[in-house]
């Protein structure tokens, strides 16, 4: 297996690429591609939005690669996600696609698009304390579909989000169906009073609506308020849930960190 | 004129409230009722959601009620929009409707249910520098429809929003009909990288793309990103404005500080 590695939001960083490839190396079941697009640096982003477009259209259009991996998040994928799904190329349809955080708005627009994507570990989280078992857990899924990998509650279909990324796609281009969908959200570094705005903003769609439950993976790095919110991000999750006649369905094992658990979004992907 | 001042988000201070009514009593023009809910602190906000609706309900039902001043912004009046909203009152309908910041998920379905909203400073800038003068224009719109206070650069009809609220409005029965709006919107205390990604949300709405044009009023106390993002707000507006064939206006005199203008809604409040 050929494992394309691309970076459409911000820069990986040259240790975390190492480090990959050290892992890579060690296993000897799959080839590892890390494309120079991924250390570009301009301002926030790996690169101009023409070079991420560009190195993400080129290994889409690859026969020789399996799989591409989304290199870490941060911000800017969106910016790409439409014309990177224009006149797709034939070869984008063979093959797999994982990340997570930013690179939600590309699984939406890819797997919308019928592409098979997944949430999962990405090569930055390297990094991460225990960063290592990260990235075998993606590519013990990439590789070897080992079901260990898995969110080990998901009902398919299903589907996983950075709740912010999450609000910021609907109503754009990008926006999957979410019918009947076990649909699981994580964030990171919010005030829980945005993670409440969020909640409203994401609940009050139909669409979300027609989800067959919502799950809540982990939220990380809470930044205080002021004053005590009053509520956790459980309470938070449930209250809307609650509001808007969608089933919440408790907690899920994704997150920012080095445990998060791979959602593929096909039904068949299993 | 009779002006109530409710709180739908957070608590008002006692300061700000001393200041507004000291004016109010120096002016002569108007009279001020503060409500007692504005006090209430419940976490982060001025009340539970039970009491700061039946504080909003019972000044829109007050056929003595002239104008309903939201007491300040924060984060809470959208948890209780909706039910605000419902049944309304045949008094509701005669009186208007003033504030900023997170009041407009009100100002939006206050207007989309055909009531006289304006954006314009609330009670709480009486403590900002300058916040006499803030508070001077608030009161000379609405007791005096001194045109002075308006945005001076207004094509009606028109509308403004911080954008982040704008953001989360959309795609939930708050939202109104953009169609031929002078859209303004501001922002205060978000990273760019966070303004583009709401722009790119907001730009990919249709109804947004319906708007005469976009400006932007000021954008204050941007957060620093760990690397410079690489455009200033008004590149990202113009952008985000080029890509979607919104018309660009330029920038506006709305923000979160003393010198916010006053938007009136509807077209005929000039």
Chains 1, 2 share one sequence.
Not at 93 to 118: E, N, P, T
Not at 133 to 155: F, G, K
Request: hydrophobic share 45%; aromatic share 8%; glycine share 8%.
């Amino acid at each position: 297996m050929r494992i394309a590695v691309v970076a459409p939001s911000c820069p990986l960083k040259p240790e975390a690429a190492e480090a990959v490839e050290a892992i890579v190396a060690e296993r000897g079941d799959c080839e590892l591609a890390i494309h120079p697009q991924c250390f570009l640096v301009d301002g926030h982003f790996a690169g101009p939005d023409a070079a991420r477009l560009a190195a993400l259209r080129e290994v889409m259009a690859d026969p020789s690669v399996d799989a591409v991996w989304f290199a870490r998040g941060g911000y800017g994928s969106n910016r790409i996600a439409e014309a990177a799904l224009a006149d797709l190329p034939a070869a984008a349809r063979g093959k797999f696609y994982m990340g997570y955080s930013d690179a939600g708005f590309l699984l939406a627009g890819l797997h919308k698009a019928g592409m098979a994507v997944a949430w999962g570990p990405m090569p930055q989280d390297a990094l991460r304390d225990g960063g290592d078992t990260a990235i075998h857990r993606a590519l013990n899924w990439l590789v070897l579909r080992d079901a260990s990998a898995l969110e080990p509650h998901l009902q398919r279909p299903a589907m996983a989000f950075n709740l912010t990324v999450l609000s910021n796609l609907l109503g754009t281009p990008l926006e999957p169906d979410f019918t009947g969908v076990d649909l699981v959200v994580e964030e990171v570094s919010e005030h829980f009073y945005r993670i409440d705005r969020t909640m409203f903003h994401v609940t009050a769609s139909a669409n979300v609506r027609r989800a067959a439950r919502l799950r809540l993976g982990r939220v990380a790095d809470v930044l205080s308020n002021d004053v005590e919110f009053g509520a956790d991000e459980q309470a938070i999750v449930a209250d809307w849930c609650a509001r808007s006649g969608i089933a919440f369905g408790g907690r899920a094992d994704i997150g920012h960190d080095a445990q998060n658990r791979v959602v593929p979004f096909k039904r068949e992907e299993a």
